[in-house]
């Protein structure tokens, strides 16, 4: 089963996207509402609530994990792939005969962000975690050094958008706001690195002006998303194809339709409760 992982709602509008990709692969949702936001939380806590409930949807039968919380990205895909996965695989309590892994949002972004820009002064918002981690700005000028990555992080985004406040005009004054020292920079390319911001894609652009774009990321990450399974078919035989979405939270499961809906597009039924803490006993690698 391929796993999708999200802090909250946001990344519902990553499984929509991946979905409309690939109708037939059964798919598992996770998101962890209950601790929602991660944004403003430690490097330490965000690694820890990820690794909990990585093992969990691996537990529950997901090969490979797609995160598509950016936070989490950035905080903790490094850590995860360089020493947890590899420590988890010797554990003798986890089925390590199977390929298991798990992958990030951002990478993907940046190698089309450094394709599309024309002027290399790309636009980064999000969170405050992920802006401070200065993943962005690392792996963007990694890719290549004549890049100008300019970042803001918009704290206040989040809330709103859980709140269902993408249209209200206090919504679009604190947008403003944040875009204003942006602007002054002239980025031809805006990435809305958190995946709550997709649902004021609208606003985002209309902000920016013409002149700037701002990327859809959902649909970028679903198209590197069925490359990457191109290329690795070990996975083909631990994904079967019913087209099942199977979603589950960590909060309130009504709340979770609800607001889901917004996010997915779809009615988002048949919400599990789950409990994600002490599942598996290699918890403490
Ligand atoms: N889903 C998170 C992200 O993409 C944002 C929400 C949060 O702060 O938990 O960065």
């Not at 999200?6 to 509008?13: E, K, Q, T, V, Y």
């Not at 988890?88 to 089309?112: D, H, M, T, W, Y």
């Not at 249209?167 to 958190?194: F, G, H, V």
């Not at 409990?275 to 690698?285: D, M």
């Amino acid at each position: 089963v391929l796993g999708i992982f999200d802090s909250g709602f946001g990344g519902l509008s990553v499984l929509r996207a991946i979905r409309k990709a690939l109708p037939e692969h059964d798919m598992m949702y996770l998101g962890d509402s209950a601790r929602t936001p991660y944004g403003t939380r430690s490097r330490e806590i965000v690694t820890r609530y990820t690794k909990e409930c990585c093992l969990y949807l691996f537990e529950r039968g997901c090969h490979l994990i797609v995160l598509a919380c950016n936070t989490a990205s950035a905080e903790t895909l490094r850590e995860l792939q360089q020493r947890w996965l590899p420590a988890l695989r010797k554990n003798a309590n986890f089925e390590s005969q199977s390929a298991k892994n798990i992958i990030g949002v951002i990478r993907p972004i940046e190698e089309e962000a450094v394709l599309q820009t024309k002027n290399n002064v790309i636009g980064v918002v999000g969170t405050r975690s992920t802006v401070q981690s200065q993943a962005y700005v690392e792996e963007l000028t990694a890719l290549n050094p004549d890049v100008t990555v300019v970042q803001q992080a918009c704290p206040l985004l989040v809330p709103l958008v859980e709140e269902g406040w993408e249209r209200k005009p206090e919504t679009r004054m604190i947008l403003r706001k944040y875009l204003q020292p942006l602007k002054t920079r002239n980025p031809d390319l805006l990435i809305l690195a958190c995946t709550h911001y997709e649902a004021l894609h609208k606003v985002f652009q209309q902000k920016m002006g013409s002149r700037c774009m701002v990327f859809h990321s959902p649909p970028i990450l679903a198209k590197k998303l069925v490359q990457y399974l191109q290329h690795h078919p070990e996975y083909d035989k631990h994904i079967p194809r019913r087209g099942r979405t199977v979603f589950l939270t960590t909060g309130d499961t009504e709340r979770f339709s609800e607001i889901g809906e917004r996010f997915y597009g779809k009615i988002v039924d048949t919400v599990e409760n789950v409990e994600v803490e002490n599942v598996f006993p290699c918890q403490n690698i």
